[in-house]
């Protein structure tokens, strides 16, 4: 079992967060018409932690398993839903996966579906969200 802990403040700039994790310290924020940006929002976030998770898985699984795979890319749009009275969520990302590999197209859909398999953000976010997932 491993822990994570990630420490928020609401910042004076309206929406605006400073997230601390270990040693790093990151922004969220919402674009706003005065042109303040300071990070991606927090569904940016979950995207970028899903895509990121799965490359990691992805890497893993190539060293492990000594695999012929290069230039390993994902492209993810979420997309919300407004529930009404201000509440929305994430109702479905639509990951493309591209690779270079000598692997056939059997070989390639096993090797990624290993790879999602393995990926813990992926799998987590999977019990809520409809994902679909594309290899190019």
């Known amino acids: 079992m491993s822990e994570y802990q990630i420490k928020t403040a609401l910042q004076a700039e309206e929406w605006q967060l400073k997230n601390q994790a270990r040693g790093h310290v990151f922004f969220a924020d919402d674009v706003k018409d ?36 290069q230039n390993f890319k994902l492209t993810t749009t979420a997309t919300t839903t407004d529930l009404g009275h201000g509440k929305s969520v994430v109702s479905k990302m639509v990951i493309n996966i591209s690779f270079e590999t ?13 790879v999602l398999h393995v990926s813990t953000v992926y799998q987590t976010v999977a019990q809520s969200v409809e994902m679909v997932v594309n290899v190019n």
């Open 34 to 69: 005065d042109g303040t940006d300071a990070g991606p929002n927090p569904v940016e976030y979950l995207t970028g932690a899903v895509n990121s998770c799965i490359a990691m898985s992805a890497g893993m699984v190539v060293k492990s398993k000594k695999y012929d795979v």
């Open 102 to 114: 000598g692997m056939t197209s059997e070989e390639q859909q096993k090797f990624v579906d290993f």
